[in-house]
């Protein structure tokens, strides 16, 4: 009776593992309305203040528990891994949008769901690439494919490769970020507060060699770069993290493609946004490969295994 217990516990475990990722997801929606909230305020400011936030809302529970800031013993390899995840992917991103259109930059970007779908087939105990959730994660893609499709200015000029390299770029690193935390399961989160301080001060390095600097000029603005801290740059990463080690991956690549359209719907309902056939489409097509990830994902954890 021990064994089925104890793959009912891990099952349990996994499952509430992937609904932390799911929690990442929903916050990451909220990225641009506080972001838009949050004035004028550079990139790589914004990025300094925010992470500086969610850094040190991650080491407020050391304060009780003193022994998690152990977690920041890493070995060199975990740094680079934690670090040039988060740093990493910051940096291209914010310079594909100095170097090429946002709309085209976002687009672009949004291939890491699919990434994570097809680099997690590489981990172990996974069963491989299944067609399942690589056919959710294919829906999920054309659903942010048809939600960008939807705006008049989406245009790819030659002018901007560099931009849209970085974006590419930026994609792998999220992506192989995501899928190799998952090898080093036995880093505890805690260790991503000091990833996320680390981030801070890189961030705040290139803003002073690259911006001018630009405070928030009222209290909702303030307040914005708060929210943002505490949670899209903040409480995202730590349950991202979570989600990534100790639960279903290649489920939470395919559902990250509701991250853009729900910040979509939440723009439109802050009257930052409109609503358009094209959200309406992309809606349908996201939560169609989301079901089709999720029964892939319930028929291989029920399936009897052979030999």
Not at 90 to 97: E, Q, R, T
Not at 211 to 227: K, S
Request: a positive charge.
């Amino acid at each position: 009776m021990t064994a089925p217990a104890s793959i009912s516990t891990l099952r349990t475990q996994s499952a509430t593992a992937t609904v932390a990722g799911f929690g990442a997801i929903l916050l990451w929606s909220l990225l641009a309305l506080f972001t838009a909230a949050s004035g004028t305020v550079p990139p790589f400011q914004l990025a300094a203040m925010t992470f500086l936030i969610g850094g040190l809302c991650g080491c407020a529970s050391w304060i009780v528990r003193p022994s998690r800031a152990r977690a920041l013993i890493q070995p060199w390899p975990v740094w680079l891994l934690g670090v040039g995840g988060l740093f990493g992917y910051h940096a291209l991103y914010f310079s594909a949008l100095r170097l090429a259109p946002p709309a085209e930059a976002g687009l672009i970007n949004y291939l890491w769901p699919l990434l994570i779908v097809l680099f997690s087939a590489r981990l172990p105990g996974s069963g491989g690439l299944r067609p399942g959730h690589l056919i959710g994660a294919v829906l999920g893609l054309a659903g942010v494919a048809a939600l960008f499709a939807g705006r008049a200015d989406l245009t790819f000029a030659a002018g901007a490769l560099p931009g849209y390299a970085a974006s590419l770029a930026a994609a792998f690193v999220w992506a192989g970020y995501s899928v190799l935390s998952a090898r080093v399961g036995q880093v505890p989160t805690d260790a991503v507060a000091g990833f996320c301080l680390a981030t801070a001060a890189l961030s705040l390095a290139c803003h002073l060699a690259f911006e001018a600097t630009v405070w928030p000029a009222d209290a909702v603005q303030w307040g914005a770069v708060l929210l943002l801290g505490l949670g899209p740059v903040g409480a995202a990463f730590y349950l991202w993290d979570i989600g990534c080690k100790r639960g279903d991956v290649r489920l939470l690549g395919v559902t990250a493609y509701a991250a853009p359209v729900l910040s979509t719907l939440i723009l439109v309902a802050a009257g930052y946004a409109s609503p358009s056939p094209a959200l309406a489409v992309a809606c349908l097509l996201i939560v169609a490969g989301a079901l089709t990830a999720v029964r892939t994902s319930r028929t291989s954890r029920t399936a009897p295994k052979r030999g």
